[in-house]
């Protein structure tokens, strides 16, 4: 309580995204990552009851037990991926603090927020080129990656576990608020349709093409363009068809699995 009362923490919760506070990286919570009395009383709370004190790492340790259990007492890499908010931010150094002291090499990266729906499209961008290019990066490089589905808003979780699927994940995780234990989502394979996967990579090539061209030499109808926007996949901007942000992330990642020798 006496954390509480002096660093105001019972108001962060409802901290708007917008609030000066809470703006990362420059808000005033977004600085209390590096005051030791507040993290350590964190972390204190977490050691008195992990899985209870977390829901996101309540997961993780589901995963790593779960793991352990079928493969041994393998070493674990653990990716934290705060969104772009001081509370968000100051939570996963926490969680990092506590992982690390039981021996997880752990790396935060911060994933654009989703504020508006003017930005949904760049929040997916960056959870693709933050989460996805990580999984598809270890992935190539031979380890199995295990995608924790728990945490995040639902439209956010629901793209994560497609594209990670895409991406190569090993398995995907899930724990109810009311499970005591995990549940693994199924990995059903996965495979983009060879006409949009061309398309979409002509089209995020050039950054978008002509309406008349994708007429007249590609051979589409208004009814194809209105699917590709109903798909969330791209958008006609004037007399332009253009690729969303997170399909030109999505297809820049993909490609390495396709040519895993590109930018090694």
Known sequence: ME????????????MSLDSPDNSYPLGRVCGLSGDGYLVNAFVDFIRSDPRASC??????LAVVEDVWAR????????????????TSYLASRILERYLVSGGFKVSVRVVEAIRSVEGFDEGLASLVDQVIGDVVDYSRRGFKVYVNATP?????????????????????????????????????PLEVRRDYLSLLESIAREGGVE???VYSTLGMTEADVKDL????????????????KWVVKLLEKLRWLREPEEGL
């Open 229 to 244: 926007e109903d798909r969330y996949l791209a958008y006609s901007d004037e007399a332009r068809l253009k690729p969303r």
């Open 152 to 188: 995040g808003f639902k439209a956010e979780t629901s793209f994560l576990v497609i594209a990670s699927i895409l991406a190569g994940a090993s398995a995907i995780y899930y724990i109810h608020e009311s499970f005591r234990r995990p549940v693994k989502l199924p990995i059903v």
């Open 55 to 60: 829901a996101e790492l309540a997961g993780v």
């Open 3 to 14: 954390v509480v009362g002096r660093y105001g923490v019972e108001r962060w919760v409802d």
């Open 211 to 213: 309406l008349a061209y």
């Open 71 to 86: 493969y041994g007492k393998v070493p674990i890499e653990v990716g934290l991926y705060p969104t772009a908010s001081c």
